[in-house]
């Protein structure tokens, strides 16, 4: 139904000129807000402004946060809207209150409380009283597949603010800019009000069609669907199902049984090849538990007889019984898949523009992802319906399909190039009628169901799993470029290096290999010229020092790491607990840079770095906490240039035998580059 729901969106900025955030010496100098009915078009945004108000700073403080949560009250909105609320605006305003003496539990109904369940730096969980707290961080954190889950990155994923159209401040320029006044103060709340425009305007777009869905379909309150994973929500509805029909249910613990084998990854060749194929099967590991009834109740444990009809898995270890109507997980399945095709098709009927289009989206995908969460419930030990023998049983029957459809590829004459999971990459079929007599040889011989998910002009391989680019023909006639495994993907990367490798690539497919296919081994060196440009812009300086930083969080508590560990984020953590008290604990990602081994001790005094060699040793000993390094010249920029960027452009670059030393610099002597580039291409670089 049409239902628009008053909402509430805020955001703090606070100067805090140390590190980390404390409530009794940090105040908050600014609140931006917005505050309307959800999907309503109509919406206030406002910004409270601490230098506005008079008095010391105290009384100014307790007059700003009185007059933001008089307004909250005023407008008595369902929503309270933050990004990383759970874990910072919340927690810190209701701080601010009790050391400035106002009530911020005002913000609950009637006579509630802000409940705040604080399981650590990153585990909080609050319960506003008669509101629904909606972080939207949550979400973006549980759907979104960009390497950061920044608020700038996300919004700019799902089309809500480009980062080039609004303001951005590294957090720790924000006391800067805010003792500065004028000009750099009027920046600063141009900052403020984009976040919570930008985190209102998620929070009643993708992230609400996709929460309500789920809310919907598990029957759960909007703010367990909010954070709650799919996992979780599918354990709900297993919960009810299973008890609907008597059973007890089990604990939410076990202990490991065994490691599962996982998905088969086949790798024939490498290089590029034109006019490829790639063939999907239809929800692979769904249809198996469907086609196999594979559920917790139909388990036949070693040494039960049973005279009906069983499914035996490929390997011969685990059966279940495949006669018994109504099982659970397999009907639960059906389920989603038949109610994801039903809100897909009328999804793709509706015309754009129309006012239920985004919610059949919102319920398709939510079918979508909890028909896979099954088979991955099964397989964790901290799931209540961990059963590794289902688990194993889906995986061994998907290596057997990758394995038959490329046995069949190759009798209908095919070149096989690569295979993982449910996906296949095969050389094109010569007609449509050859194409559909494959599939339907397909679906007979494996019992499942494939599908041509793309159509590939050019595809790259690098004879590794899950490293691969390609072109894929779009239904309007143009291509767009898909990534597989490389630095533009993956988090632990540099923003640098992502912001690059993407653009670079996409030269390669369709500059190089495309436009240039008669002519590759010229066009692949402009486009080495332009990496090599860049890594000259990078040594004059020219880029923020804010996309070279690393991050990386720990996975157990600091004690628990052994001397000697040679992490640099490890040792991050260790020096700034040693030399200046501030803790940061598992679960918290730590950000750090590289610098010069003459400068570490600028930074942590007390500790001595054994070797002045730069480069690719002693990296931990020159690793220093992200916010306190404010100046390039001390980053260690043949670290980051050698081994954090040249790194993946040399993998890219190998498959048309250049080398990193190529790129290196953009003025090289000719005599010199012998060891720099194969012989294939070696006369080609001195004509």
Known sequence: KD??????????????????????????????????????????????????????????????????????????????????????????????????????????????????????????????????????????????????????TVAEAIGVLDEENRVNIPGKKIVDYWDAGGFKRDLLA??????????????????????????????????????????????????????????????????????????????????????????????MYPSIIEANNLSHETLLKDGDRYDGEIATSPCGNYRFKKDVEDAVLPNLVRYYNEERANYKKKWKELPDDHPDKGFYFGLQYTYKRLANTGYGQTLAPTNRYYCPEIGSFVTSVGRDAIREIFKIAREFGKTVYYGDTDSAYFESFDSEEQEQEFIDEVNRRTGLEIEVDYRIPVLVLFGSKKRYFFLKDEPDGSTSTVIKGFESRRGDSLKIVRDKMEPIIDRLLNYVLIENRDNIDEAVLEVVDEVGSFVNDLRSGDFKIEDVLLEQGLSKSLDEYDSGHGQPHVTVAERELDEYGNVITDKEKIEYYIVKPEVVDKYYPNHIVTSDKSGSENISERAVYGPRVEDHEDLDMEYYIDYRILKPFRRIFSMFGISDNTIKDAEVDVSSIDDKISEDNEEIWEV
Not at 9 to 19: Q, T
Request: charged share 25%; glycine share 8%.
């Open 190 to 283: 141009s900052y403020c009000i984009d976040d919570v425009v930008s985190t209102f305007e998620m929070a009643e777009g993708y992230f609400y069609l996709i929460n309500s869905s789920i809310s919907s379909i598990a029957s759960v309150p909007f703010d367990n669907a909010i954070g709650g994973g799919y996992g979780s929500i599918n354990a709900q509805i297993l919960n009810r199902e299973f008890t609907k029909r008597g059973y007890i249910l089990p604990r939410s613990r076990h202990k490991k049984k065994e490691q599962a084998k996982g998905a088969e990854v086949i790798i024939e060749l490498s290089g590029y090849f034109y006019d490829a194929v790639c063939f999907d099967f239809k929800s």
């Open 3 to 152: 239902v628009k729901i008053p909402s509430y969106a805020f955001d703090l900025e606070v100067r805090n000129p140390d590190l980390g955030v404390n409530a009794k010496k940090d105040p908050i100098i600014m609140i931006g807000t917005m505050k309307g009915k959800l999907q309503s078009g109509s919406f206030d945004k406002k910004l409270y402004r601490l230098y506005e108000y008079g008095g010391r700073q105290t009384d100014r403080l307790r007059s700003m946060v009185t007059d933001f949560i008089n307004d909250v009250v005023e407008y008595d909105p369902y929503f309270i809207i933050t990004y990383n609320g759970t874990l910072f605006d919340i927690p810190f305003l209701v701080d601010t209150c009790e050391h400035i003496h106002v009530d911020a539990h005002k913000i609950a109904k009637g006579r509630g409380d802000i409940y705040i369940s604080d399981r650590g730096p990153r585990d909080k969980r609050i319960i506003i009283n008669g509101r629904s707290n909606y972080d939207v961080y949550k979400t973006a954190d549980r759907d979104m597949t960009t390497s950061r889950k920044n608020l700038e």
